[in-house]
C-alpha cells in the first residue's frame, strides 16, 4: 500500500469510526417507533419478517397503503400484502383513497387508530402526498409511531418517508427536484432515493445535496433496507444503502460512500460504524468504488 492510499485510508476510516464532526442539531429519526425503508423488490424475506417482528408478530394488525400505483381501483390483495401473509401475517388490511377530504376525515382513519404497522408501496410518491399531507391520516401515522408501531415502505414508499422527496415530479420519475418535495417526515432533513444500483442512479443524488447541502441523502437499493430506531439504522437485506453528506465530504472526492448489511450509521451524528468481523468489503475500497 503506497503512503498516498495508507493516508487516505487512516482519514476515511477515521471519520468512519470515530464520527468525529459536531452532531447535527435535534432528532432525526423518530422518538418511538420503527421505520422499515426499501429500496424496491423486497424478494429477501428477512425484511418483511423484520417489519413483522417490529409491529409486534403474526396477530399484529398491519394497514397496507396502494395509493402511490394510482390505479383506478384495487382489488382485495397486493402483492406485498401477499408477502406479509405468505410470512405468516394474519392480519392484513388495505387502505386507499385520492380524496384529500376522505383521508382527514374520522372514518377513513379508523383502521390506522388500530394498526401496529404500516406499509407504503411503490409507485409515484407526489400520489401518496396530495392524498396523505397534513391529514387527519398524516397524524395518526405519527401516533402509531408515538405508540411504539412501525411504519414501512418500497421504492416510492420508502421517498415519501423522508423530509424532501427526490424523483417527486409529477412529469416523470428522472427530475430530482420536481414540484412535489415535501414528505412525510418521519426522517427529518433526510432525502431518501431507491433503486439506487440496479438503475445505476448511485451519482443522481449529488445534483440534491449540491443544491441543498443542509440533507442528509440515503440511496437503498432493491431487496435491501434501512430499519430506522431513533437516531441509528441497520442495513439489512442482499445489497447496500448509500450516504451522501455535503457536510462531511471524503477527501479529496468522494461524495457517496456504501454501507453493507450489518452496518450501521447514526443519523444524528452521521457516523457509521461496521461490526467486527464483517465480510464487507474494506473501507478504502468502498470509498474509491464511489468516486466520479
Given at each position: 500500500m503506497n503512503s498516498r492510499k495508507r493516508a487516505l485510508l487512516?482519514?476515511?476510516?477515521?471519520?468512519?469510526?470515530?464520527?468525529?464532526?459536531?452532531?447535527?442539531?435535534?432528532?432525526?429519526?423518530?422518538?418511538?417507533?420503527?421505520?422499515?425503508i426499501v429500496g424496491?423488490?423486497?424478494?429477501?424475506?428477512?425484511?418483511?419478517?423484520?417489519?413483522?417482528e417490529?409491529?409486534?408478530?403474526?396477530?399484529?394488525?398491519?394497514?397496507?397503503?396502494?395509493?402511490?400505483?394510482?390505479?383506478?381501483?384495487?382489488?382485495?390483495?397486493?402483492p406485498e400484502m401477499d408477502r406479509f401473509r405468505a410470512a405468516g401475517a394474519k392480519n392484513v388490511s388495505l387502505l386507499h383513497t385520492y380524496d384529500r377530504a376522505e383521508a382527514?376525515?374520522?372514518?377513513?382513519?379508523?383502521p390506522l387508530q388500530a394498526a401496529r404497522g404500516v406499509f407504503f408501496t411503490g409507485g409515484r410518491h407526489w400520489r401518496l402526498a396530495d392524498a396523505y399531507l397534513d391529514t387527519r391520516t398524516h397524524r395518526e401515522l405519527e401516533a402509531l409511531l408515538a405508540r411504539g408501531g412501525v411504519?414501512?415502505?418500497?421504492?416510492?414508499?420508502?421517498?415519501?418517508?423522508?423530509?424532501?422527496?427526490?424523483?417527486?415530479?409529477?412529469?416523470?420519475?428522472?427530475?430530482m427536484i420536481g414540484d412535489h418535495t415535501v414528505g412525510l417526515g418521519f426522517l427529518k432533513n433526510v432525502t431518501i432515493d431507491q433503486?439506487?444500483?440496479?438503475?445505476?442512479?448511485?451519482?443522481?443524488?449529488?445534483?440534491?445535496?449540491?443544491?441543498?447541502?443542509?440533507?442528509?441523502?440515503?440511496?437503498?437499493?432493491?431487496?435491501t433496507a434501512v430499519v430506522v430506531t431513533g437516531d441509528e439504522?441497520?442495513?439489512?437485506?442482499?445489497?447496500?444503502?448509500?450516504?451522501?453528506d455535503n457536510q462531511r465530504m471524503i477527501p479529496p472526492h468522494g461524495r457517496f460512500?456504501?454501507?453493507?448489511?450489518g452496518d450501521r450509521y447514526n443519523l444524528k451524528t452521521r457516523a457509521a460504524r461496521r461490526p467486527a468481523g464483517s465480510s464487507a468489503q474494506p473501507i478504502d475500497r468502498v470509498v474509491e468504488q464511489s468516486w466520479p
Open positions: 487512516l482519514l476515511v476510516a477515521g471519520v468512519w469510526i470515530a464520527g468525529a464532526l459536531p452532531a447535527a442539531p435535534g432528532e432525526v429519526g423518530p422518538a418511538k417507533g420503527h421505520l422499515v424496491g423488490a423486497m424478494r429477501d424475506e428477512a425484511i418483511v419478517k423484520r417489519f413483522l417490529l409491529a409486534g408478530g403474526p396477530d399484529a394488525p398491519i394497514v397496507v397503503i396502494p395509493t402511490a400505483l394510482g390505479l383506478a381501483r384495487y382489488g382485495p390483495t397486493t382527514d376525515s374520522e372514518e377513513f382513519v379508523k411504519i414501512g415502505g418500497t421504492s416510492a414508499g420508502a421517498t415519501i418517508l423522508g423530509s424532501f422527496m427526490v424523483r417527486g415530479d409529477t412529469r416523470g420519475n428522472t427530475v433503486h439506487l444500483l440496479r438503475r445505476n442512479r448511485q451519482f443522481d443524488m449529488l445534483e440534491v445535496i449540491e443544491k441543498h447541502p443542509e440533507l442528509l441523502g440515503i440511496g437503498i437499493d432493491e431487496d439504522f441497520e442495513v439489512i437485506g442482499r445489497s447496500y444503502a448509500v450516504i451522501y460512500y456504501f454501507l453493507a448489511p
